[in-house]
């Protein structure tokens, strides 16, 4: 039974050079949020590392402070009076290709989720999410990369996981790829982008190269199986 | 539920329609009843040119005044316009029109082959007219009451019924004596026909208005009884646990698990099909399901916090209730051993076997060192998994935190080669 019980991979690895940041400055950011509470909540937890720019609480609103101030990103709550956060993004996505949009909401609906990362976000966290987390997912999206919180990773795999089938192309926009579903997996499993790289041998910039790979494909594929899904899993 | 209320079909993308559009009649700007500003609105077109082509299909046959009467009586006035006082000039415009709805009704007769015999021209345009005032002034009445209107244009209203019945009556009488002097025993079947029908239309307003409170009365009673079930769960659930939550202040561990499990169980009725439409709710449980519920537990005894995330799915048979007491020691391990970290919890379905890992971020251990008071976690976890087909591997470093994974086979009985310890 003893030999059941091993060490895994995870010890023997060499520490990897921690990434240089690709952004000097704080990171500009609104906050989209209904709730003012948790606006003060967030900007509080943000604290130093980020530069709070603009507060909204509604999509109108919202529209409006991203346009006048245009940040480097904006978090966005998805349950928004004036139409959701998909309204939001629907309006200015196209227009100001600059500014990046993480989505933040307490839903854990597949439908939700789905719908903004469709509408053009880079990144869907909870707001369970710790300070240092937040603070590091803004700063992840506004380098260009996705941010997956486990729950995401989860939904995209079950997404994509109707067929056995993978990708034999990176470019295939239908599948995910061998090295993408085993990055996906580890981040379900509630590991680290640092974690990932570490697992699975690869730097943490590849990691994040797999994860927007994942996101481009969530966005643009029109795979049958991914409507299908995303219906069957329209619960209420 | 109202997240995803205007997501009826096709795909989640779709950004949210505005809801269906509606015709109304729109008395604001109206001449007689609001159908040709109503339809133009609707169009977005000129009113003008509405009213035009009706005039056009009207003396092409009359269909423009049938066509009318029916928008008249199907399409609902919209309850949110506003009604233009009353005055003289209004009132000459309604002749006017009124007017020419006589002409146009008399074209129609004529196009049916009935001929212009003023003995039975003359009468039935008596009870058109007739009938028109009547259904304009049930408009009347019943803006009058979504306006709460005073009582001062009550009277006018009254003899503006009166006049109403009075014309159908007359004409009705004067089609009647026609029909009995013709004489025959048709005569009498005729009278009959003239009766019922004179009554029908005299009272027809009234009908129509009674089917349409009673279809409002029961969709405000649907929307009643919706709003009593959410505040009574708000009551039953969210209110009490805030209330218990304030109680326990002092003690954070209460407090989280209270939170959890109001959180869990909110999720549940929001997001999770009712019972009664179609839910799994009674037969025998899924995975999915299975692990929540045990997740779930394990929040409840040890005030932890557990994101479960599970990719497929499949019922939970003989096979997996092994791998999912597994699953719970293993939480319960990470709980004990690693509180106040975060505690995932993912598993996957895939057509050979499931598999599941706990993770937590605790301080970890040295797996080589076995410490005695792991035993648990060897004889719960990894026995009970060996013993029934399936394989546990446990990893840890000190500082980082302990995974469990937990492996069983769907196929046959034999412990498979573990494929992912490679990783």
Do not use: C
Request: glycine letters at 10%.
């Amino acid at each position: 039974m003893t030999d059941q019980v091993h060490q895994g991979g995870d010890a023997a690895q060499t520490e990897q050079p921690p990434v240089a940041p690709r952004r000097s400055g704080p990171v500009r950011v609104v906050l989209v949020d209904d709730h003012r509470m948790f606006r003060t909540g967030v900007r509080a937890e943000l604290g130093t590392a980020v530069d709070v720019v603009g507060e909204a609480e509604d999509a109108e609103q919202a529209v409006a402070v991203i346009t006048a101030t245009r940040p480097d990103v904006v978090l966005l709550d998805v349950h928004l009076p004036g139409g959701g956060g998909r309204a939001v993004l629907a309006a200015l996505v196209g227009t100001l290709p600059d500014v990046r949009f993480l989505a933040l909401s307490v839903s854990d609906a597949p439908e939700d989720v789905i719908a903004v990362i469709r509408g053009g976000a880079r990144g869907y966290v909870t707001k369970s999410i710790t300070g240092p987390e937040l603070t590091m997912a803004v700063r992840r999206v506004a380098d260009g990369d996705a941010v997956f919180s486990p729950r995401l990773a989860g939904f995209v795999l079950d997404a994509f996981a109707a067929t056995t089938e993978v990708a034999d192309v990176d470019e295939d926009l239908d599948r995910l790829s061998q090295r993408e579903r085993e990055v996906l997996r580890l981040i379900a499993r509630g590991y680290t982008y640092k974690e990932v790289g570490k697992a699975l041998f690869i730097s943490v910039k590849t990691v994040e190269t797999h994860v927007s790979a994942v996101l481009r494909k969530l966005q643009l594929s029109n795979r049958h199986e991914l409507t299908r899904w995303a219906t069957a899993r329209r619960l209420v | 539920m109202t997240t995803t209320g205007n997501a009826t079909a096709g795909v989640p993308v779709a950004s949210g329609e505005p809801p269906a559009r509606r015709l109304y009649r729109n008395s604001e700007g109206r001449v007689l009843a609001g159908v040709a500003r109503g339809l133009a609105d609707h169009l977005g077109v000129d009113p003008v040119a509405v009213r035009v082509a009706f005039v056009v299909m009207a003396a092409a046959g009359g269909a423009g005044v049938a066509a009318y009467g029916m928008f008249w009586v199907f399409a609902p006035q919209n309850p949110f316009g506003q009604a233009r006082p009353a005055d003289r000039e209004r009132d000459l415009t309604m002749a006017l029109a009124l007017g020419s709805l006589a002409v146009g009704g008399l074209l129609l007769l004529s196009a049916l082959g009935l001929g212009l015999r003023p003995g039975l021209a003359v009468p039935l345009v008596a009870v058109g007219v007739g009938v028109v005032i009547l259904w304009r002034q049930a408009d009347d009445d019943s803006r009058m009451r979504w306006r709460q209107a005073t009582g001062t244009s009550r009277l006018s209203g009254a003899a503006r019924a009166a006049a109403g019945i009075g014309l159908v009556g007359i004409g009705a009488i004067a089609i009647l004596f026609g029909a009995v002097r013709g004489g025959g025993t048709s005569g009498g079947i005729m009278a009959a026909v003239v009766v019922v029908a004179g009554l029908a239309l005299v009272s027809g307003p009234w009908w129509v208005r009674m089917a349409r409170d009673l279809t409002a009365e029961r969709n405000a009673r649907i929307r009643e009884q919706e709003r009593a079930e959410v505040a009574a769960h708000v009551h039953d659930s969210v209110l009490h646990t805030l209330a218990l939550i304030q109680r326990h202040v002092a003690d954070p561990r209460e407090v989280t698990r209270l939170a959890r499990a109001q959180e869990r169980e909110l999720r549940g009725w929001l997001y999770r099909p009712r019972p009664g439409t179609g839910g799994d709710g009674t037969s025998t449980p899924s995975v999915s399901t299975a692990l929540e519920r045990v997740a779930a537990e394990v929040e409840d005894a040890h005030g932890v916090a557990v994101e479960v995330v599970v990719v497929g799915d499949r019922p939970l048979d003989d096979r997996l209730v092994p791998l999912r007491d597994a699953a719970r020691e293993a939480l319960v391990n990470a709980a004990k051993y690693a509180p106040g970290t975060a505690i995932s919890l993912y598993a996957e379905v895939e057509p050979g076997q499931v598999t599941v890992f706990v993770r937590d971020r605790g301080p970890g251990f040295d797996p080589d060192a076995v410490p005695a008071d792991r035993l648990g976690l060897r004889q719960s976890v990894v026995g009970r998994m060996t013993r029934h087909g399936g394989s546990a591997v446990v990893r840890s470093v000190i500082g980082e935190g302990t995974e469990v994974q937990l492996e069983m086979p769907l196929d046959s009985r034999q412990t498979p080669r573990d494929t992912r310890s490679s990783q």
